[in-house]
């Protein structure tokens, strides 16, 4: 299965790029005809022409984009127009709904409201072209200024898996449906959601400066690292799980078997199939799941971190002394909380949502696959 942990294992990237393309599995062959992907305006604010469609990615190890009748091509350096940007802005049809072909690749797909996105094309660290991504939680970024987000795909022959995100940030709300197999939808947020959440969020003392007018919120590991959310955030609810698990009973089952964990010294040991430690991790380790907490995909190491990594961003490491704890209804209830990932979760009709990197560990993320896919569906909802 496809999720967004495996786009994550593969940030790749130019050097000095503050955002980097997303690589999934490289897709191997091209459709012949492309899965219909239909853009649906909903915002209620924003006419067509005022929105604009952008699909990059990776298509093995080259960068692509596709353009409107849904042809793949290599971003090119030679791209870059008068002002130092590409222009690989999708138009929005006339009226009613747009929908382009979706060839194979890995990717994201943008959606700009107001204004174009500033794609720069740039040589990675082997001279190859590659692009510059939008990162509206840099307040240096040429796009931070510009409402947009996006959604992450793959599409490959074996299927179509995907996904909306909230773990850079919040802006707009995606909805996200499969047509295939299945009907699927995920990513829809209750009515006037997306309001409540700003506010919340703005009304906490910790998570008030994550909101960036009404253009945002910044999840708080970006927070984190612009100055804007407390570096210790969570380092007392670290410590108290590394003092209870010092006479051990910590156990996390994945698909390698039973791990059991002891603090030993300073570092969470876990014996099992095979030994695992950790270090006690950081607030941004948490936060990033990264870090003391980095997942390799090696089936062993790397699940028990991303278990590890989502009971501490949920609060129940203490509470759930059995992982992966299964009730949403026992997240975040402990502070200090995760209240970015927990409005996204309640602000969500199916409670599903990307709130951090390993939120589908237990299913929680706002993620779809279907194997058989005939159309999806991208659905700007009400802002």
């Given at each position: ?68 009748d849904g042809q ?307 659905t700007l909802t009400p802002l």
């Open positions: 299965m496809v999720t967004r942990r495996t786009l994550l294992r593969g940030a790749a990237g130019a050097a000095g790029l503050v955002g980097a393309a997303p690589l999934l599995r490289p897709a191997t062959a091209r459709a012949a005809a492309g899965l219909p992907l239909t853009v649906v305006n909903r915002t209620g604010r924003f006419g067509n022409e005022s929105i604009w469609l952008y699909v990059v990615g990776n298509d093995g190890g080259r960068q692509v984009r596709v353009t409107p793949l091509l290599p971003v090119a350096l030679a791209d870059n127009g008068p002002d130092g940007y590409t222009d690989y802005a999708i138009p929005l049809a006339a009226a009613g709904d747009t929908t382009i072909p979706l060839p194979y690749l890995s990717g994201r797909i943008y959606v700009a409201l107001g204004g174009k996105l500033k794609f720069k094309a740039v040589p990675d660290g082997n001279g190859n072209p590659a692009l510059a991504y939008p990162a509206g939680w840099v307040a240096s970024d040429p796009n931070h200024q510009v409402l947009h987000d996006c959604a992450e795909f793959t599409h490959l022959p074996t299927g179509m898996y995907c996904n909306t995100t909230m773990v850079d940030m919040f802006g707009v709300p995606l909805a996200i449906r499969l047509t295939g197999a299945r009907d699927q939808t995920t990513g829809t947020l209750r009515e006037g959601a997306r309001a409540r959440v700003f506010a919340e969020l703005a009304g906490h003392a910790a998570f008030g400066p994550l909101v960036v007018d009404d253009l945002r919120v910044l999840a708080p590991g970006h927070g984190l690292d612009a100055g804007l959310f407390p570096a210790d955030y969570l380092d007392p609810y670290v410590d108290r799980v590394w003092s209870a698990y010092a006479g051990g009973g910590l156990t996390v089952t994945t698909g390698a078997g039973e791990f059991t964990g002891r603090v030993t010294g300073d570092r969470l040991v876990f014996t099992g199939p095979a030994e695992v430690s950790f270090a006690r991790p950081t607030t941004r380790d948490v936060l990033f799941c990264d870090g003391a907490l980095h997942a390799p995909n090696d089936g062993v190491t790397g699940p028990v971190a991303a278990v590890l990594a989502a009971a501490l961003n949920r609060g129940t490491a203490l509470s759930h002394p059995r992982q992966p704890a299964t009730d949403p209804a026992t997240f975040y209830r402990t502070e200090p909380a995760h209240h970015y990932a927990r409005v996204l979760h309640e602000a969500a009709e199916d409670g599903r949502a990307y709130g951090f990197a390993f939120d589908d560990v237990g299913g929680f993320a706002s993620y779809i696959e279907d194997g058989a896919p005939r159309a999806m569906t991208l």
